[in-house]
């Protein structure tokens, strides 16, 4: 069977090609300059300072345990929600359907950032006063306020997620469902060995996609009292003037945030490749970003 | 073998099937011809329950099974089916294809299955292609896998669901020997195709349907040469050009 599709991804450029490697030398040669020499002539300020960056690992570390911590919290939740509503949408059921319907549709409607707000308000109310005392008796409420916000995002990723695994449902054909059924399994054992090994191998590629949209989506927890890696940075930011290093530094702590996120971000979209690679399947290729 | 007593069959307003009855003795090919939209494929998924008759009954080796206490899935374990669209796992392999219902619905260990699904590989012709997914099969590969896929239930009869009608015209030959092998063995079998050859050569008996009712019954050459019915005479004619 041809599996070409009308668009293909183009191989990026060859870096043997003599032009593209001198590009690159270009690139970073000017790189260097502005952040080791212009900047800091034109400043009067140096990017090895120790002092400076020894402050801010402090605050670097802190921020980036946050970061994982609410990633944790709201990674696993989302996907777990995302594929029961994904599922529920695809029921024939009005009472499993007509619900998932209405999440997907609220929590994909909502900014994320207006979700983290209400959550952030109103989020410790929803949990009654009994259970609170009980289980999470240590925490300040605020602390709290922040893990339902976190919550909420991962609420606000599951929307899409049920999407895309609503469309792996979709994409079994009917007549393989028909076949197994011919074959006499029964409805649960289609669904195991059917539909969901078909659902998983055709919704992995957008899910990766999802997944690094909700790691950097963490970072939104900085605007209520989050405690990650862009609120940890401004923090600090926030105290350079009086503690006179140059302002200059906002420069060189942000592009050090943005490298943070990328390189995490590109991490767990690699590792989702390999293991799309490892489950690969002729005629099951998914949507591949 | 295959008892049919007088099977209505509705979708909404549209009356499918309009009181068919007919047996299918042990070891008979029939052969089921008729226009598109006359009822064929319903009635062919009403005896493996696919789909379930509105009234009437259906009979397999004595047991009427289209009633309460029979479950579903034993009865599917009595008929294999075939498709005209193959319908084989996209994410297995043709051994896997072949070896899931063993294993699941029969029980089997992983290696007994296997034993057996690479015996029923060869017979249809395949054992170099076990390892290969659907998807880097041909169309006359995949139908011959799903052959092997139903055959390995060891199922009583074998339902046919116009086999080669989705085929390119270079494979449907190679599916056609292996039913005609199958027809030869003894299989009982229930074959809707507009395969002439297949009729000719294989079927015991041929029965025309039409707007959900069969209107003629007879072998090859009496349904082909010497139709009685004026339908079958103008169905007959445009097949055979």
């Not at chain 1, 339902?148 to 991962?154: C, N, P, Q, R, Y």
């Not at chain 2, 690479?118 to 017979?123: D, G, I």
């Not at chain 2, 099969?137 to 669901?161: C, E, T």
Request: glycine residues 8%; aromatic residues 10%.
């Amino acid at each position: 069977m041809d599996t070409a599709t009308a668009f293909q991804l183009r191989e990026p450029p060859k870096l043997v090609a003599g032009i593209t490697l001198i590009h690159l030398v270009e690139m970073v040669v000017a790189g260097l300059l502005m952040a080791f020499v212009i900047l800091p002539a034109i400043f009067d300020f140096s990017l090895l300072s120790a002092q400076f960056w020894g402050i801010y690992t402090r605050f670097y570390v802190t921020g980036l345990f946050g970061t994982f911590f609410y990633v944790a919290l709201a990674l696993p939740l989302s996907v777990v929600l995302g594929f029961l509503m994904g599922w529920a949408r695809v029921s024939r059921l009005r009472i499993f359907s007509w619900p998932a319907s209405l999440y997907v549709n609220v929590f994909r409607g909502l900014p994320p950032l207006i979700l983290v707000i209400f959550a952030s308000l109103f989020g410790t109310s929803l949990i009654p006063q009994a259970i609170l005392d009980r289980f999470f008796a240590g925490f300040r409420r605020g602390d709290i306020a922040v893990g339902i916000a976190a919550i909420a995002i991962g609420m606000h990723s599951s929307a899409y997620q049920a999407e895309i695994f609503r469309a792996g449902f979709q994409s079994v054909p009917k007549g393989q469902v028909e076949a197994a059924q011919a074959l006499g399994l029964r409805s649960w054992q289609r669904m195991r060995h059917v539909i969901l090994p078909q659902t998983f191998r055709l919704s992995l590629p957008p899910l990766g996609n999802e997944v690094a949209v909700l790691i950097k989506d963490t970072s939104i927890l900085a605007a209520i009292s989050g405690i990650e890696l862009v609120a940890k940075s401004r923090d600090l930011l926030g105290i350079l003037p009086a503690s006179g290093f140059p302002i200059v530094w906002i420069f060189a702590v942000w592009t050090v945030v943005a490298l943070t996120y990328f390189v995490i971000t590109y991490t767990v979209t690699r590792g989702l490749r390999l293991l799309e690679r490892r489950f690969h399947t002729p005629g099951l290729e998914g949507i591949s970003l | 073998m295959i008892r049919v007593t007088d099977i209505q069959k509705h979708f909404g307003a549209l009356h499918v099937l309009r009181g068919i009855t007919f047996e299918v003795k042990k070891g008979e090919a029939i052969v089921i011809i008729g226009p598109s939209g006359s009822g064929k494929s319903t009635l062919l998924r009403c005896i493996n329950l696919l789909v379930e008759p509105d009234s009437g009954q259906v009979f397999i080796d004595g047991v009427q099974v289209n009633r309460h206490g029979i479950r579903h899935e034993w009865v599917r374990e009595q008929v294999g089916m075939v498709f005209q669209s193959f319908n084989l796992f996209t994410h297995l392999t043709a051994i896997d294809n072949v070896t899931l219902g063993l294993i699941r619905v029969k029980g089997m260990s992983r290696d007994k299955a296997v034993e057996k699904a690479r015996v029923l590989l060869a017979r249809v012709g395949l054992a170099a292609k076990a390892n290969a997914y659907p998807a880097e099969l041909s169309g006359g590969q995949q139908q011959r896998v799903a052959i092997a896929r139903a055959l390995a239930m060891d199922p009583k009869a074998m339902l046919f669901d116009e086999p080669t009608s989705a085929l390119d015209p270079e494979y449907i030959r190679e599916v056609l020997d292996v039913m005609t092998a199958l027809a030869r063995e003894g299989m009982t079998m229930i074959v809707v195709t507009h395969e002439m050859g297949f009729a000719s050569n294989a079927a015991s008996r041929i029965l025309f349907m039409d707007a959900g009712k069969i209107v003629e019954e007879g072998t090859a050459e009496e349904i082909f040469q010497h139709p009685k019915e004026e339908r079958t005479r103008a169905f007959v004619s445009k097949i055979l050009r």
